[in-house]
């Protein structure tokens, strides 16, 4: 249980101002930390905020540090590299307050993404951080606060996150961003990993103690999408693993399919950033099996046991179906449905050019997830709009003609 703060106090250093604000019993969320100067990619304001709710328990980081936060991100954290899972960031536009359009946004970030690498600076990570060798310095962010919107952005403790924290968490935010402008609701975008988590909120997919949803998003833009879910790590396991496994030279912060692999020689185990592990505990939400579609890779090696599960010539793993019993969320999203007050909207890609990344090819997709996939009407109940363009799954949150498309479902 996180203790709340008693005292009420304000200290005003280098232009941080941290506020230590009484959590009473009523009290969703606590506002622990405001900032308004030196921070970068164009963002007004930032608040880091606490999710008071008990069920919100310590997650589990990889243990060599590929998942903590650096940069920015950290120093919004309050200079923590993993913070307790409570935590959360609303960022803040220019214009959050002076826009004239009247529905304000909500742009929801995908796993291994941040507020400013999603949306505000797609060269936050330098030449290949977006799916191609030269990444722009502006993205969303910039491109609907320059046309009147009013622009806020979530920013989640664990980058591959529990599903149903980020669900609850954009519930907060979307309160948050109401109480501040007097609108009644809000429009959501939502991207990868942060689509479906942001449907899992407007479906009120959630645990024994989680909040309903509150009847406050107007429209749901989702952006790349895994609708019907994904079997992308697993159906393409080998060259994931190589990605992965540190002895193999891999960095990835992803959960590899296998938890033993042969380099260099040598069986080298890590269950710890596999499926079989606790570091990426939204990462089996997505899992959905496509065999049944799409043929499996059968010149890949070790395709059947990757996929099916057992020991091959050079890797071990359990298969996608024992993890998705473990914890895959997209029958219950699917069946949960949406609410028809809720106009739903769908933007996929179909070029798998995502740079220096093993793309998916079996079928069409945006290099991650299946076109099929992406555009899914599966419990969709108001289905206002779906466009496919030519563009990968990165290129799908920050190309000039995906910002329009954008643009011009919001309205």
């Known amino acids: 249980m996180i203790l709340r703060r008693i005292a009420a106090a304000t200290t005003l250093v280098a232009g941080l101002l941290v506020s230590a604000l009484p959590a009473d019993a009523s009290a969703s969320v606590t506002l622990e930390a405001s ?12 608040e880091r905020y606490r999710d008071n709710s008990s069920g919100f328990q310590a997650e589990t980081y990889p243990p060599d540090g590929r998942g903590d936060h650096t940069g920015q991100t950290r120093r919004l954290f309050g200079d923590v590299a993993r913070p307790h899972s409570s935590r959360f960031l609303l960022y803040h536009a220019p214009g959050w307050q002076s826009g004239s359009k009247a529905t304000p946004v909500l742009l929801v970030h995908g796993a291994n993404q941040t507020a400013d690498l999603a949306w505000a600076n797609p060269n936050a990570r330098g030449a290949y951080g977006c799916g191609q060798a030269s990444c722009p310095t502006t993205g969303l962010m910039q491109y609907l ?35 501040k402008t007097g609108a009644a609701r809000v429009d959501v975008i939502g991207w990868s990993k942060g689509a479906f988590n942001a449907r899992m909120y407007v479906s009120s997919l959630r645990q024994s103690w989680g909040t309903p949803y509150a009847g406050d998003v107007r429209k749901l833009l989702l952006v790349g999408g895994p609708n019907k879910g994904f079997d992308w790590g ?20 992803a959960p590899a399919p296998h938890s033993k692999m042969i380099c260099y ?13 606790n570091a990426y505990p939204g990462s089996d939400d997505m899992l959905y099996r496509w065999d049944d579609v799409y043929p499996l890779p059968a010149t890949e090696q070790d395709w059947y046991t990757t ?37 739903v909207y769908q933007l996929c890609g179909n070029s798998p050019d995502m740079a220096l990344l093993h793309n998916e090819h079996t079928g069409p997709s945006d290099g991650a997830v299946f076109v099929a996939s992406c555009t899914a009407p599966d419990g ?30 919001l309205g």
């Open 35 to 46: 900032y308004t100067t030196a921070l970068e990619n164009g963002w007004a304001l930032v």
């Open 145 to 179: 606060d320059t046309r009147g919107y009013k622009v806020f952005a979530i920013g989640f403790p664990h980058v591959t996150g529990d599903g149903h924290y980020w669900a609850e968490q954009i519930g907060d935010a979307v309160a948050r961003i109401r109480a």
């Open 234 to 253: 697993y159906r393409h396991g080998w060259t994931h693993d190589f990605a992965i496994f540190p002895e193999c030279g891999g960095t990835l912060n």
């Open 265 to 277: 020689g040598l069986w080298r185990n890590h269950p710890e950033l596999s499926y079989e592990g």
């Open 307 to 343: 996929y099916y599960g057992g020991t091959g010539f050079y890797t071990y793993g359990r298969g996608i179906q024992w993890a998705i019993d473990r914890g895959s969320l997209v029958s219950p999203l699917i069946a949960a449905g949406t609410p028809a007050s809720v106009a």
């Open 380 to 409: 969709l109940t108001t289905r206002a709009g779906t466009a496919t363009l030519g563009l990968n799954h990165l290129k799908l949150g920050w190309s000039t003609t995906a910002m329009s498309q954008l643009a011009t479902w």
